[in-house]
Structures are given as structure tokens and as C-alpha cells.
């Protein structure tokens, strides 16, 4: 089966759970994806998003040693002068998303209904007959 394309031409490989394949001479990438109760094998050529699940990886914690290492480590910065991409295709002039307007949606005031620890009865009652007035629920 072959994944949907995605963006500028790249093929979309969603809720991923395992890389299966990288033929990098071929320039394919199979992957198992995660579905409600079973999985699927797909493939797609590269280049190619992949998408994973949560579950993909196990954390591991240094060692120490490698805390000891890490305090004299240098971290690269890169920055368009060392990729150097077309300013077109990159950051908000390259972005395909247009924020047209932001706002805060309105919040409705909850309300508390009953006493549902010494009453439970007559609040769930309370409850009920509340939802059927504002339509919430029907008879």
C-alpha cells in the first residue's frame, strides 16, 4: 500500500510504530503503522514525513560518565548560513500557514448541581432535569 502525499510532493507516514526497511540505494522506507487492534505494512520512497506514536521508543537515562561528558560538549548552532535553503521555502515566508485572526473563545460559567455526596439521588435528578432544559439531552 502506498501513503497519501503530503505537503510539497512527501509521502505522509502516519502513526508509525516501527521502521521496518531503509533502502537508501533504492530510496524507499517501509514502516508498521499502529491501527485500533492490528497494524499495517507501508511503503513510501524517499524523502518521506514519518509520524510516530508514542510508544516508539523507551527513554534511557546516562549514565555517569556520559552526564560527565556532556558538561564540555559543544552544541552546534545551525542556522540558514550553514544550510543554506532557499528563504522562500523556510521560516514565515516559506510557512503554507496563514493566521488570519486569533481570539479567546467565550467560557461559559460551570455550575455545580446538587449535593452529590450526601443527596447522590436527588442530585443526579438535579442533573438530569438541568440537561433536558437546556436541550442538552432528550426524553
Not at 65 to 79: I, R, S
Not at 82 to 109: A, C, H, M, N, Y
Not at 120 to 137: H, Q, S, Y
Request: net charge neutral.
Amino acid at each position: 500500500m502506498t501513503p497519501p502525499k503530503w505537503g510539497r510532493g512527501y509521502f505522509q507516514l502516519t502513526m508509525v510504530d516501527r521502521i521496518e526497511d531503509l533502502d537508501l540505494e533504492q530510496r524507499r522506507v517501509r514502516v508498521r503503522r499502529k491501527l485500533e487492534g492490528r497494524h499495517e505494512i507501508v511503503s513510501a520512497p524517499l524523502p518521506a514525513m514519518i509520524a510516530v506514536v508514542r510508544e516508539i521508543n523507551q527513554c534511557r537515562y546516562p549514565t555517569v560518565p556520559q552526564k560527565l561528558l556532556v558538561e564540555d560538549a559543544a552544541v552546534p548552532a545551525w542556522n540558514n548560513e550553514v544550510l543554506g535553503l532557499d528563504p522562500d521555502t523556510i521560516g514565515l515566508k516559506g510557512s503554507p500557514t496563514q493566521v488570519r485572526r486569533i481570539f479567546s473563545p467565550e467560557r461559559v460559567q460551570g455550575e455545580i448541581v446538587g449535593d452529590g455526596i450526601n443527596a447522590p439521588e436527588e442530585a443526579a435528578t438535579l442533573l438530569v432535569d438541568t440537561l433536558l432544559d437546556k436541550n442538552i439531552l432528550s426524553r
